[in-house]
C-alpha cells in the first residue's frame, strides 16, 4: 500500500500563505528584465558583450562570434587596435580587475580567420542603392549594415586599396594587412561593390551621386595634418613631416631620409605608432607631448611598451621655437601646464617659467591630429571644428539624403567609434528610405546599465586577469611583427568565466530559492521563465539583493 500524500503548506504566521495573501501590502513589486550591461553600453559599437562571451564560456565559438559580428564586422581589427572603453566600465572591477574583453575579441576574431566563417548573409533586396564615400572602417561599417538590411552598396574608395586608417594609419606590430584583407573581403563578399581610386573630389561630384543613389554616406575620414607652423617654417618639409603620410610611406617600404635623432610630437595613439615606427628603424626618438603622461590619450599599454622600446618621454612639455642649422633643426623647448579654462577638446598649453631646455633634431614628425578636408562637401552643413554636423543617432546631414560618420563629421577618433557610426547611419538610412524594419538606433545612457551597487559580488570568486601575451622589447625592435598575441583556448576559457553576465539572467534560480514568500514561480513559457505571484509578493527586495547580475529591479506600486 502506498503512503499517505502529504500536502505541505509554508506557514509564515498565523495563517497559511494561500488563505492570507500579502501582496496588498507591498510599495514595490520586482520585475525579471534585461539590463545592459556597463560595457555594452560604453561600447562604441553597442556590442552585447555578456551575450558572445558567455557563448565562449560553453565552447560555442562561432555562435559567439556571429553575436559579435551582429554589430561589427572587423572583430579580428577591434580585437587589436581598439581602445577598449568597454573595460574602463566592467564591474568585475569591484573584484580584482576588469575582464579581458578586448582580448577575447581578439581570440574570436582570429578564431574566425582561421576557420573562413561567413558573414550572416545580405537581406532581401529593397530595390534601393546607397553609394558610401570612403572605404574606412566608418564607410565599410556602413555598407556591411546597409547590405544586411536589403541595399545595393558602391563604396568609392580614392586609394588604390580600401580600408583607409586600418590599411595606410596602423602599423604592421599592430595590425597585419592580413588581417585587413581578409576582413574586407568578407564584407565584399556579401556583394558590397568597392571602387578604388574613384575620389569624389568636388560638389558637382557629390550632387551627381545625389542623383543617381537613394542615399550617399560620407566616410572620407581626416586627412588634413595639423601643422605647427613655426616649426614648418624653420625646418621645412625636409624636416617636419605629418605622422600619418610617414606611416603611409614606411608600410609601403620607403625610405624618408630622417637621419638619426628624430622628434616625435603628440601624445595620441598616433604619435606612439610614429615613435614605434621609428625605433624599429634603429633612429634614435623623443616623444614630446603638451600632456602628462597620466592624461596622455594614448593606451596606457602603448605607452609602456614605446618606454621599453627605447623612445624617450618628454612629457607636459612642447617645442616653443626651432633654428635651423646645416647640422640640425635645434628646438628651444619648455615645460608647459595646460589650461584648466581653456574648452573641451583644446589643449591650451601655459610655459611654466624657468624651465627652457634644447633638443637637437635631424628631423620633426608631427602627429598631433588631423582635420577633415571638406572642400568637395561645400553643399552640406559644416559643425564647429571642422566637421561635418549631423544627428548623431541616424548620421543625417542637413543635405537631404546625405549622411556621414567617422572622422568627417566628428572628434572622436577612434577606430571602433568610427565602426560605430558606419552601423548607426545604415539604420539612420534605412529608417529614411522606408525600410519596414528599421528605425533609427536608440542611444543608451551609463545611467540606464547595470551599476557597480546592483552587483551581488558573493557569488563571484575571484579570478586574476589574462593578460595578453606580448613579445620582448629585444625582439620586437627587430621588425614589424605583431607584439600581442591572441589568447589560447585556455585563456579564453578563464577570462569568459570571469564575466559577471551583467543585466543578463542565466536562470540561476536565487530569487526563487531565497523569496520567504513563495512568491516567485518558474514558469518556461516566459521570456524571463519566472513569474511574481503578486498576491504572495510584499515586495521585500530579497530577490534582488541576491540576483547575482543585476537582473531583477523593483518598481514602485500605484497606490
Not at 551621386?209 to 625646418?235: I, P, S, T
Not at 503578486?534 to 497606490?559: D, F, W
Request: hydrophobic residues 40%; proline residues 6%.
Amino acid at each position: 500500500m502506498s503512503a499517505p500524500t502529504t500536502e505541505i503548506r509554508t506557514q509564515w504566521t498565523t495563517s497559511f500563505t494561500d488563505e492570507l495573501t500579502t501582496g496588498t501590502w507591498r510599495a514595490a513589486i520586482p520585475v525579471h528584465a534585461y539590463k545592459p550591461s556597463p560595457c555594452h553600453v560604453a561600447c562604441p559599437v553597442s556590442n552585447g558583450m555578456p551575450g558572445w562571451i558567455k557563448a565562449i564560456g560553453e565552447g560555442a565559438y562561432q555562435q559567439a562570434w556571429l553575436s559579435l559580428v551582429d554589430t561589427n564586422p572587423f572583430p579580428a581589427t577591434t580585437g587589436r587596435v581598439c581602445h577598449h572603453p568597454c573595460e574602463s566600465e566592467c564591474n568585475r572591477t569591484v573584484l580584482e580587475g576588469a575582464v579581458g574583453i578586448n582580448g577575447l575579441e581578439h581570440f574570436l576574431g582570429d578564431q574566425a580567420l582561421a576557420a573562413g566563417w561567413a558573414l550572416p548573409p545580405a537581406g532581401e533586396s529593397t530595390g534601393k542603392r546607397v553609394a558610401v564615400v570612403g572605404a574606412g572602417p566608418a564607410g565599410l561599417s556602413c555598407a556591411y549594415h546597409l547590405r544586411r538590411l536589403g541595399y545595393d552598396v558602391t563604396v568609392l574608395e580614392s586609394r588604390e586599396k580600401p580600408g583607409g586608417l586600418l590599411r595606410y594609419g596602423i602599423p604592421e606590430y599592430r595590425l597585419t594587412e592580413e588581417v585587413v584583407d581578409k576582413e574586407i573581403q568578407r564584407i565584399v563578399d556579401l556583394g558590397v561593390e568597392i571602387r578604388t581610386n574613384a575620389p569624389v573630389a568636388d560638389p558637382e561630384s557629390l550632387e551627381r551621386l545625389r542623383g543617381e543613389y537613394d542615399a550617399v554616406f560620407l566616410a572620407v575620414g581626416a586627412q588634413r595634418a595639423k601643422r605647427l607652423g613655426h616649426l614648418d617654417d624653420a625646418g621645412g618639409p625636409a624636416r617636419v613631416i605629418d605622422g600619418l603620410e610617414y606611416l603611409r610611406r614606411s608600410s609601403a617600404g620607403e625610405d624618408l631620409g630622417l637621419g638619426q635623432r628624430v622628434v616625435v610630437i603628440g601624445g595620441g595613439s598616433a604619435a606612439i605608432d610614429v615613435a614605434r615606427t621609428a625605433r624599429r628603424q634603429g633612429k634614435s626618438v623623443t616623444l614630446m607631448s603638451l600632456e602628462t603622461r597620466n592624461i596622455m590619450p594614448a593606451q596606457d599599454e602603448e605607452v609602456f611598451e614605446a618606454l621599453e622600446e627605447g623612445v624617450t618621454l618628454v612629457d607636459g612639455a612642447m617645442a616653443a621655437s626651432a633654428t635651423l642649422t646645416e647640422e640640425c633643426l635645434n628646438l628651444e623647448c619648455t615645460l608647459v601646464t595646460l589650461d584648466t579654462e581653456a574648452p573641451v577638446g583644446v589643449l591650451r598649453p601655459m610655459p611654466v617659467e624657468g624651465s627652457g631646455f634644447a633638443v637637437e633634431a635631424d628631423s620633426v614628425i608631427m602627429a598631433i591630429g588631423q582635420d577633415p578636408d571638406l572642400t568637395a562637401f561645400a553643399a552640406v552643413p559644416a559643425a564647429g571644428g571642422g566637421t561635418i554636423q549631423v544627428d548623431m543617432a541616424s548620421g543625417a546631414t542637413g543635405l537631404p539624403g546625405v549622411f556621414a560618420g567617422g572622422d568627417v563629421a566628428s572628434q572622436y577618433r577612434y577606430v571602433s567609434a568610427a565602426i560605430g557610426a558606419g552601423r548607426r547611419a545604415a539604420w539612420g538610412i534605412a529608417a529614411s528610405l522606408g525600410h519596414p524594419s528599421a528605425e533609427v538606433l536608440p542611444h543608451l545612457d551609463l545611467k540606464q546599465a547595470v551599476q557597480k551597487e546592483e552587483i551581488n559580488a558573493f557569488y563571484f570568486p575571484p579570478a586574476e586577469r589574462t593578460e595578453k601575451e606580448r613579445t620582448g622589447a629585444a625582439e620586437r625592435l627587430l621588425g614589424f611583427a605583431e607584439v600581442a598575441k591572441a589568447f589560447s583556448v585556455d585563456q579564453a576559457a578563464h577570462e569568459s568565466a570571469r564575466c559577471m553576465s551583467c543585466g543578463l539572467c542565466v536562470e540561476c534560480d536565487n530569487c526563487f530559492v531565497f523569496c520567504p514568500d513563495t512568491a516567485i514561480k518558474k514558469d518556461a513559457d516566459r521570456p524571463e521563465h519566472y513569474a511574481i505571484l503578486e498576491q504572495y509578493c510584499k515586495g521585500c527586495g530579497l530577490c534582488v539583493a541576491e540576483c547575482p547580475r543585476g537582473a531583477v529591479h523593483l518598481e514602485a506600486v500605484a497606490r
